[in-house]
């Protein structure tokens, strides 16, 4: 399984919906970021948008992949990818992660309208919803996209894809992934009560 985490729009938690939620469940994927302003976050390769040939052969060698396209370099990433001719085929499957404010849903369309144009099907085009307050209904929340969907039909929607908002994310280090949070036998309640 190759996955490609991408939005015009930065913002959305492409990079924690990558490293946290995709990563730990496709077994043996390598994690690739296309980034250029974040290069020395976080491990795993970094390539930037302009070198999408090299991106390409890598994804010929490997099984498994998540594919995290940083918004400073996904223009140029689906600028080439449109250059190399049914180089979306590599990837399996597109998730394109988004939240509720209004240019953030506009780059999302404009996302999902990028990759239609390059032949990429509805099936392998994926919305997660993100930063979803729990008293929220995707349907007034995320009215136009989901407007979009049902006058297109261009990306799959599931309203299970959502994740609910919570500090958890903003306090997570970029090293640090949440299945190791969890692991940390750390008592944080017991050091703080020592703590003087």
Request: proline share 0%.
């Given at each position: 399984m190759k996955a490609a985490v991408i939005n015009f729009s930065g913002n959305v938690g492409k990079s924690t919906v990558a490293r946290h939620m995709l990563l730990p469940r496709i077994e043996d994927a390598e994690f690739v970021s296309v980034e250029s302003i974040n290069a020395d976050e976080g491990g795993g390769n970094t390539v930037r948008?302009?070198?999408?040939?090299?991106?390409?052969?890598?994804?010929?060698?490997?099984?498994?992949?998540?594919?995290?396209?940083?918004?400073s370099n996904v223009e140029d990433f689906v600028g080439l990818m449109r250059q190399y001719e049914g180089s979306h085929e590599d990837v399996d499957l597109f998730v394109v992660p988004t939240v509720k404010e209004s240019k953030q849903i506009r780059d999302t369309i404009a996302t999902i309208q990028a990759l239609a144009a390059m032949g990429v099907p509805a099936n392998r085009v994926r919305v997660v919803f993100n930063k979803v307050e729990t008293d929220e209904t995707l349907e007034d929340a995320f009215y136009p996209l989901i407007a979009y969907h049902e006058d297109t039909g261009a990306f799959t929607l599931r309203p299970k894809a959502t994740v609910h908002f919570s500090e958890l994310y903003a306090r997570l280090p970029h090293d640090v992934t949440i299945a190791g949070l969890l692991a940390d036998p750390t008592d944080p309640k017991a050091e703080l009560r020592e703590a003087k």
């Open positions: 948008g302009r070198q999408f040939g090299a991106l390409s052969e890598q994804l010929l060698l490997i099984d498994s992949a998540v594919i995290d396209v940083g918004s």
